[in-house]
């Protein structure tokens, strides 16, 4: 009797050490399991002109430090080289000629019950935050975040002025009502918008690192944009004897006339030469160093944002994202400004680092930036939604030295808000190829065609596509520039008749 009690109480034992080596198990997958937070950082108008992309003369520390700890890739565009097309299509997750997104024109207007990147994540149990410029249109801002969104208190005029001197030059700008085009004050980084963004944003993470929902932290940094304006140290950074000009200062060889337009944006600036006027040396040097100083100013704003991820300690638990909206040409083929096809204006800065990832590895594949959102969502074990255009690229991030043979696509409208007059530039690129085709959009007609070789030259400064030796390539990118031409949304005159 004795014996079967002893066996009894054994068995007992067995069960309940079984139950709690069950519970503990059960414990230690749910802690594995925890979502990624995401820190999502946007960055306005930011070439890949930066020292972890071999130009040293920038002093970029964080933004390297960033690529040292994850994957960077080199061949990484964006779908539209301006400000409102780009955003709208990551955040979107949709090529800009679908749904008229090429117009520029608000998410709001164009496709209001799209389930956008941050209401994916919200949707997905996560706490969602924004600052600075995420998306380009106030009206998207608002109906995206709404009370989400952190919106500092102004210690700037116009477009960003803290010196009186520059404030006082608005008023002088009777037609554009804009300052000069940089100002560099002996202010805290704080005192401009960059830096009080920043600020906000770090108070907010510590704020939801305290939750046990996981977060999406969305940054948005303004600088590089026009106007230049940053503290002075950061202008200090670069004496006017380092700064260089641009030595690609002629159009591309046989271009098309349109590919790459005058803007209208550098001359809108107090000072500025008008349009079609040319800029002197002296002031395109100015520029250039008042846009690195930018640069730099942006880097110490990401610097900050990682120090504090680290003072958490949620670095193995953060999944961060470094992204430029689009290129920018300064002074290059005799153009300041984007809005084009050419690699200078959609090649960007992309850098993912995430928990437990590779480290200091680049990628040479094609990547789009439409492939951050469903990226994103694998990473964190979202089911990727089904209207995403993009692909992920966690197989990149895993084995960066991986080659997809992949054609990723870009676009250029010239005239892009009247149909009648729309002439599409669909771009189709791989590592070696830029190949553009012009489309009148009402019509179907080619206007003009492109190829850029960038095995002989990298800098796309001659047009060879009615070169015999090219015509095999020529023809096979034809062929995929085509199916882009068919997923245009060419219903835009009729919307923009009702709208």
Sequence with gaps: MFQLRKLSFIVVLCMISKILC????????????????????????????????????????????????????????????????????????MRPEKRGIYTGRS??????????????????????????????????????????????????????????????????NTRFHRGPAYEFAKVNDTIYKDGINTLNAVRKMKELSKDDEPFFLAVGLSKPHLPFVAPKKYWDMYPAYSIELTELTERPENSYEQAIQTTGEL??????????????????????????????????????????????????????????????????????GKWTNMNIDTNVPFIFNIPNGEKGLVSKSPVEAIDIYPTLAELCGLEIPSHVDGQSIVPLLNEPALRMNRIVYTQWPIARQNYDRTIMGYSAKSVRFNYVEWIKMSTGETVARELYDHKVDPMETKNVVGENSYEEYTKFLTHKVSARIQETDHEMELAECSA
Excluded at 107 to 124: A, C, E, G, I, Y
Excluded at 295 to 309: C, E, F, H, I, R
Aim: contains cysteine; aromatic residues 10%; charged residues 25%.
């Design 22 to 93: 069950s519970c503990q198990s059960n414990t230690d997958e749910k802690k594995e399991q925890k979502k990624y937070n995401v820190l999502f950082i946007a960055i306005d108008d930011l070439r890949t002109e930066l020292n972890c992309y071999g130009a040293e003369h920038i002093i970029s520390p964080n933004i390297d430090k960033l690529a040292a700890d994850g994957v960077m890739f080199k061949e990484a565009h964006v779908q539209q080289a301006i400000c409102m097309a780009s955003r709208a299509s990551i955040m979107s997750g």
């Design 107 to 172: 998410l709001r207007d164009l496709m209001p019950d799209v389930l956008t990147m941050n209401k994916f994540f919200k949707q997905n149990g996560y706490n969602i935050a924004s600052c600075g410029k995420i998306y380009h249109h106030g009206s998207d801002t608002k109906n995206q975040f709404g009370d989400d969104e952190m919106t500092p208190k102004e210690t700037w005029s116009g477009r960003g002025y803290v010196t009186t001197e520059a404030i006082e030059k608005i008023a002088l």
């Design 267 to 336: 001359n809108t600036y107090y000072g500025m030469p008008r349009k079609y006027e040319k800029i002197d040396d002296a002031t395109a040097l100015n520029l250039r160093r008042a846009y690195y100083a930018c640069v730099s100013y942006a880097d110490a704003q990401v610097g900050n944002l990682m120090k504090q991820v680290d003072e958490l300690g949620i670095r193995d638990n953060t999944i961060v994202v470094l992204w430029g909206d689009h290129g920018y040409k300064l002074g290059d083929y005799n153009n300041w």
